[in-house]
């Protein structure tokens, strides 16, 4: 089964709107982090945002925010009045347990249009 | 500045070759990895070395091996015995294998390999 699972191949945003990634994860590991990585086409990973699993609020990072559900297992990155230069492919991903070895989503190809 | 080495950028071998491929880092990070990514697709944990002369296979190690002699590099080798070596190889660290980090792991640049 998929630990990590993107539903959104491709996501297309006008300039200055905001887009909502979705990332929703599987794991039965009560200790767990969540990250989002963006991925230009130069092919660095860039890291964004982190979520730990007992952390009670939403994390923040400038434009960046992580919407993070637990019971639905959801953790999902909002990108608020999105650049063009946010156009690029952007991960989610899980550590599970106290290690730091992660586990990646097949990722989503975000366009933001002018 | 503290980061992470890979080279070359661009690595093109005829099939039947090993090739290997350099990752440096000067973070004094304890763990290292490799990642495989193929064209519109996630990353693919290969190996993973979580201290000085010892690393652990991650999902897709066949056709790969890894040595890690020394805390700053840890170079991949692509065998003969990898059925489809083209792809995007990427190496990152972490401060440890245990410790909470962040961050999660810090990225290199990557090699770009195709085999002929």
């Known amino acids: 089964a998929q630990k990590i699972t993107q539903t959104q191949p491709g996501m297309f945003v006008q300039e200055k709107e905001a887009v909502t990634l979705d990332c929703t994860y599987d794991t039965s590991d009560q200790s767990y982090g969540l990250f989002w990585y963006k991925q230009p086409s130069s092919g660095e990973m860039i890291f964004l945002i982190y979520q730990g699993s007992y952390d009670e609020q939403n994390a923040t990072e400038g434009r960046y925010s992580l919407n993070f559900q637990k019971a639905r297992k959801s953790a999902n990155l909002v990108i608020s009045a999105s650049q063009l230069g946010d156009s690029a492919m952007y991960f989610c991903a899980m550590r599970e347990g106290s290690g730091s070895r992660l586990t990646f989503g097949e990722g989503t190809q975000l366009t933001v249009n002018p | 500045d503290g980061g992470i080495t890979q080279s070359p950028k661009y690595l093109f071998r005829k099939e039947g070759q090993n090739v290997t491929l350099s990752c440096e880092q000067n973070?004094?990070?304890?763990?290292m990895y490799w990642y495989r990514q193929d064209p519109g697709q996630g990353l693919r944990l290969i190996y993973y070395s979580q201290i000085v002369n010892d690393f652990q296979k991650g999902d897709i190690a066949e056709g790969y091996s890894v040595s890690r002699e020394k805390k700053e590099s840890f170079p991949l080798t692509v065998t003969s015995a990898q059925k489809n070596p083209t792809a995007f190889y990427l190496c990152?660290?972490?401060?440890?294998?245990?410790?909470?980090?962040?961050?999660?792991?810090?990225f290199g640049p990557g090699t770009r390999l195709t085999v002929l």
């Open positions: 990152a660290s972490s401060i440890s294998a245990m410790e909470i980090a962040i961050e999660g792991n810090f």
């Open positions: 973070l004094n990070h304890d763990a």
